[in-house]
């Protein structure tokens, strides 16, 4: 055999251990894509799970919350009608005054941390329900339009601007809606 058939011979092997090299690379390569997925699948199958227990812990808390807030109320008929008063705007003593605003300020503080743990779980219909929810209690009580009012700035303050923008875009929705309800 002369030089040039070995050298002929020697580059047809070469070619064919390289194209067996990028088979075996192929190969090797869909292997890990196949495995680099089946973790992807798992991990985000491991957050989805974490991401439902959080989102129902949170959930849980913020009727906790909201029980906290209304027991008293259901055990005590004197604070009942406190609240009711205070809610329809009635003339209160100034005693009164302090225990329903005080009352106030702390339901429309859990209502923005409420707000706030529905937006961090990507709970933004749950949001819009409790954005609805207050227009309604705003609209529907002028003692909470006026703690809702005195806390707007302190909300905005705190990095609540977000809600009070959504709250009062929809409480100027509810209001122009009520004064077209005669009309239609």
Not at 103 to 114: D, K, N, R
């Amino acid at each position: 055999m002369d030089i040039q058939a070995t050298v002929q011979l020697l580059g047809n092997l070469g070619e064919f251990i390289a194209a067996i090299a990028v088979v075996v690379t192929l190969i090797y390569v869909a292997a890990q894509v196949k495995h680099g997925k089946a973790a992807l699948d798992a991990n985000t199958q491991a957050m989805d799970r974490e991401y439902e227990l959080r989102a129902q812990e949170a959930l849980k808390e913020i009727s906790e919350s909201v029980a906290q807030l209304r027991r008293p109320m259901i055990q005590d008929a004197e604070l009942a009608q406190l609240w009711l008063n205070g809610l329809n705007g009635k003339k209160l003593s100034e005693i009164d005054e302090f225990r329903f605003g005080s009352m106030m300020h702390e339901a429309i503080w859990q209502s923005a941390a409420m707000y706030g743990r529905m937006l961090a779980l990507g709970r933004a219909n749950l949001s819009g329900t409790f954005e609805q929810s207050v227009t309604s209690q705003i609209s529907d009580y002028p003692g909470y339009a006026e703690h809702w009012d005195l806390n707007r700035q302190n909300l905005i303050r705190w990095g609540l601007e977000d809600l009070v923008q959504s709250v009062e875009v929809a409480r100027a929705t509810y209001e122009s809606d009520a004064k077209l309800k005669p009309y239609l």
